[in-house]
């Protein structure tokens, strides 16, 4: 278990309290990864008659560090067992707040990529047609045909600079991760980036994009289907730039997001998935399922979309059967969220049968009805639910889930199909051991970084450049050109602050609800502040406990 290496390192590196570092468990004259101690300071794991003298600088001291890094290195393959591996559960539910389903008794559901799950096998058709109508309709150049989708070029959360033309990856702190800026589909040098933004890493997003991320100068992508979005816009601007074609960037960029709107304004998306379902929705028994079994527990279910109603009627009866509406007790299409969380003035309408609208005014949400648009304001004055007994589930962290947390303390559940693929890839060998000695050799140069004699930062630009490569090593796993959508290289990314903040919960997918109880209470776990952090790998490993009495206060976590 890790617990038993954890609790192996503790006793290996025991807390020293003459200078703050740690002391071997054995009577060993020196203490491994401390380092020699201040002048004055005595380490009491040292009898003061057996201490090693203070290798003198130079060679000596070089040596010094590089036997220290070696101990490490021993000390992180030991603490890492074989079962290490494959920790984390790609099925399972993630909590960033604590909540109790036994308090929840409505559950809300988005419709696209959260009760219906679609492969990746729709977007190349989504880039191929709204290439077709750059061309065709926006008279594009017509060597933009040739540039097909790449599925392994973007991630979901990266930021657009509209002009600068710039896709780049911004972490929690609002600083683009060097490396992960593209013009086109070639890297901008680190240098530029900086020149870019006046000298600095930072984006003041503040003055550059709104709440939901859409401008004006930064545009964020936070929806899945943003993948091909980002892909095109890529294509487009290669292609302008490697022809040395003149181009407004605010033009381009409109014209590709129009392109991408028309797919779906004209419908020619539903039609793919109307065409093939059991090519294009997954895991729609799942979806049954889950709903089947909420309603047998007496809890009451409705369905907020912004897709029309004949497309999520033939979606739910191909995932869940003709009597799709019998679960549901209120269901609203074309939503037009998040307008609709913020805009009391949208009514209601309702629909007949045939998805025709009615006239009547709408003065009750009726059960098996389906109903057009309104606001969440009429739709809390009507069914009366509000607050934490509601949990609303979506895929886009704005238009799902923002508001309703933020304004109407609904709890809130992400469905973020990424990361499951992430999960197995923490999950691997390469990756547990990359990143535990990535983090032991990041704690030993802040330790060592006292030495700054001639030979010393040698050793300490080594380290420096192979903490670098283990970096770049690590963020190649999940995507070659921008890494995790959860991280930077050390930093949370700004998508994974959104993610936390707006929501309660977060899965793979709705069918996670599956392996728990509907009683079951989601505790987060408690992840160490920077002053609260004894158990770190980088500290445990470099003998460097922050906190000075490992043994009172082993309860943090």
């Not at 201040?38 to 090693?52: D, E, V």
């Not at 594009?140 to 540039?147: F, N």
């Not at 290669?238 to 040395?244: C, M, Y």
């Not at 381009?252 to 392109?259: H, I, P």
Request: glycine share 8%; aromatic share 12%.
């Amino acid at each position: 278990m890790v617990g038993a290496g954890l609790r192996a390192a503790a006793r290996r590196w025991l807390p020293c309290r003459g200078h703050g570092g740690p002391r071997a468990a054995s009577s060993s004259p020196s203490c491994p990864g401390c380092g020699p101690p201040g002048p004055g300071a005595h380490c009491p794991g040292a009898p003061r008659s057996a201490s090693a003298p203070l290798p003198a600088g130079g060679a000596e001291l070089s040596a010094h560090l590089w036997a220290r890094y070696q101990d490490m290195r021993r000390l992180v393959h030991d603490l890492l067992p074989p079962e290490v591996c494959s920790l984390l559960n790609p099925a399972a539910i993630y909590a960033n707040n604590e909540i109790s389903l036994h308090d929840v008794e409505v559950y809300g559901f988005d419709y696209d990529y959260t009760l219906a799950q679609y492969a990746d096998s729709l977007h190349p058709e989504i880039f191929s047609a709204a290439r077709d109508i750059l061309i065709e309709h926006y008279k594009y150049p017509e060597g933009i045909r040739k540039y097909d989708y790449n599925p392994s070029f973007a991630i979901r959360g990266l930021h657009y600079d509209i002009q600068k033309s710039l896709l780049m990856k911004i972490d929690a702190f609002h600083y683009v991760q060097l490396g992960t800026a593209y013009r086109g589909l070639q890297p901008v040098p680190d240098e530029e980036v900086i020149d870019l933004y006046g000298g600095t890493q930072h984006i003041p997003l503040y003055q550059m994009s709104g709440f939901y991320g859409k401008g004006p100068s930064i545009k964020q992508f936070m929806d899945i289907f943003s993948l091909p979005e980002m892909a095109l816009l890529s294509c487009v601007v290669d292609h302008f730039l490697g022809h040395g074609l003149e181009f407004d960037q605010e033009h381009l960029y409109k014209d590709v997001t129009d392109a991408i709107r028309d797919v779906h304004v004209k419908g020619l998306m539903y039609q793919w998935i109307e065409r093939d379902m059991e090519k294009y929705i997954l895991r729609g028994d799942e979806t049954f399922a889950v709903l089947s079994r909420l309603v047998d527990h007496g809890k009451q279910l409705f369905l907020i979309t912004n897709s029309p109603f004949s497309f999520v009627d033939k979606g739910m009866r191909h995932m869940v059967g003709p009597d799709w509406r019998q679960l549901f007790d209120v269901v609203i299409v074309q939503a037009d969220k998040p307008s609709f969380f913020t805009d009391p003035r949208k009514p209601f309408r309702k629909l007949d049968e045939k998805g025709s609208l009615q006239w009547d005014r709408i003065t009750r949400l009726e059960k098996g009805k389906i109903y057009r648009q309104g606001n969440l304001f009429d739709f809390l004055r009507l069914t009366e639910w509000r607050g934490p007994r509601v949990l609303y589930f979506g895929d886009h962290l704005y238009s799902d889930l923002a508001d309703l947390m933020l304004r109407h303390g609904w709890r809130t559940g992400a469905i973020i199909p990424e990361l499951e693929r992430e999960i197995h890839i923490i999950n691997t060998e390469q990756y547990m051991h990359s990143l535990t000695w990535q983090q032991a050799l990041t704690g030993l140069l802040e330790r060592m970084q006292t030495y700054q004699d001639a030979e010393s930062r040698q050793v300490l630009a080594a380290w420096m450049k192979e903490r670098q490569e283990l970096r770049c090593i690590t963020k190649a796993l999940f995507n070659a050109q921008f890494g995790s959508i959860f991280r930077t290289f050390h930093n949370p990314t700004y998508f994974s602050r959104r993610l936390v903040r707006f929501s309660d919960l977060y899965m793979a997918s709705l069918s996670c609800l599956l392996n728990y109880r509907v009683d079951f209470t989601f505790y987060p776990r408690r992840t160490p502040l920077q002053h609260e952090a004894p158990l770190w790998m980088d500290q445990l490993c470099t003998g460097c406990m922050k906190t000075p009495f490992l043994s009172d206060m082993a309860h943090i976590r």
